[in-house]
């Protein structure tokens, strides 16, 4: 793995290409990732129909959170289950590109982010001669929803402690921490896959939804049991996949962000108004250079802990 300057941003160095189905759509779709320049971001852009404008994977373009992540352009037309994506874009630092999709959502691959981890690393970093950015907390901001809490707190590193509480035997409580580094990602994060209860899916079949969701991109509990063969990728695949989307989700403030994100019984919600508060309070947070090398420390000094 060729490491560059992580003060500097980045993009990919060749186009990837990547097809799969949609979750909720159940119909195939095809997404190209662009290098772009730097200073531009994450974008989306539909290329399905008329050629509609970019959006910019920011909070401010937010349309929904109830199923997935969703965005909307100026024209109204939405682009749905980004957080994957979004998560393997910032897990290994990739500052700039151009996503098109000729679809309403992104490909829902395996149910994890490892399938868009190995073809970016395929495609390779590339550095872009502009220093990067990182979003310094500068004191605890707090989201309170129906009893699911997050929290930002001042951290000399992008730090995730997450913690899940679901009850039954299958879940339970399970907790995860760790420093955010590209090692960290690939081996600890992007293989986590997405997880629903059968009852759960049975019903949002009925009202349309969920119409490309199977065993191949999900894990699916029924009772006391996981129905996937094989069973999970981890004992707490399921609270790894959460952290996972937290990641995905907390990108959208724009720039990584130098903090304690802390989270129970979170979700695509919570994460958003927790960007959203931090991101509308001037006095919580900074601008500020990225120290170089500081995301490619060795990954031992970065490794995971679990909090029992």
């Known amino acids: 793995m060729v490491h560059h ?12 290409e990547l097809t799969g189905i949609g979750v909720h759509s159940g119909a195939p779709v095809t997404i190209t990732i662009v290098p772009s320049e730097a200073d531009t971001g994450i974008r989306f852009q539909r290329t399905d129909g008329h050629s509609g404008p ?21 024209d109204g037309r939405t682009i749905g289950t980004i957080e994957h994506l979004m998560a393997a874009f910032r897990g290994l630092g990739i500052d700039n590109a151009l996503v098109e999709i000729d679809g309403p959502e992104l490909p829902i691959m395996d149910g994890s982010a490892v399938e868009f ?24 901001v707090r989201v309170e929803i129906n009893g699911s809490v997050a929290e930002l707190l001042p951290h000399d590193m992008p730090r995730f402690e997450v913690d899940i509480d679901f009850g ?10 760790f420093n955010l580094t ?17 009852h759960e899916v049975e019903a949002l079949w009925k009202m349309g939804y969920a ?22 990728r981890w ?16 990108a959208l403030a724009g720039h990584a962000i130098l903090g304690l994100y802390r ?33 490619h420390a060795p990954v031992r000094e970065m490794a995971l802990d679990e909090r029992v």
């Open 211 to 232: 119409r490309g969701s199977s065993l191949d991109n999900a894990v699916a509990i029924d009772g006391d049991r996981v129905l996937n063969f094989g069973g999970t």
């Open 235 to 250: 004992p707490d695949e399921f609270v790894r996949h959460k952290a996972l989307d937290a990641v995905g989700d907390l």
């Open 5 to 16: 300057d992580t003060a500097l941003q980045t993009t990919l160095a060749r186009t990837v």
């Open 263 to 295: 989270s129970y019984k979170g979700g695509h919600r919570l994460n958003y108004q927790m960007v959203r508060t931090l991101m509308s309070d001037s006095s919580a947070y900074e601008l500020v250079p990225a120290p170089a090398a500081a995301d």
């Open 54 to 74: 970019a959006v910019p994977a920011v909070w401010q373009s937010v349309a929904a959170t109830e199923l997935c992540t969703m965005l909307a352009g100026s």
């Open 117 to 140: 981890v190995e073809e970016l690393d395929l495609a390779g970093v590339y550095p872009l001669n502009q220093r990067r950015r990182m979003i310094r907390v500068l004191k605890p």
């Open 182 to 198: 590209p090692g960290v990602f690939r081996k600890e994060l992007a293989r986590a896959r997405t997880f629903g209860f059968l």
């Open 168 to 177: 039954g035997s299958v879940i339970g409580a399970q907790s995860i921490a």
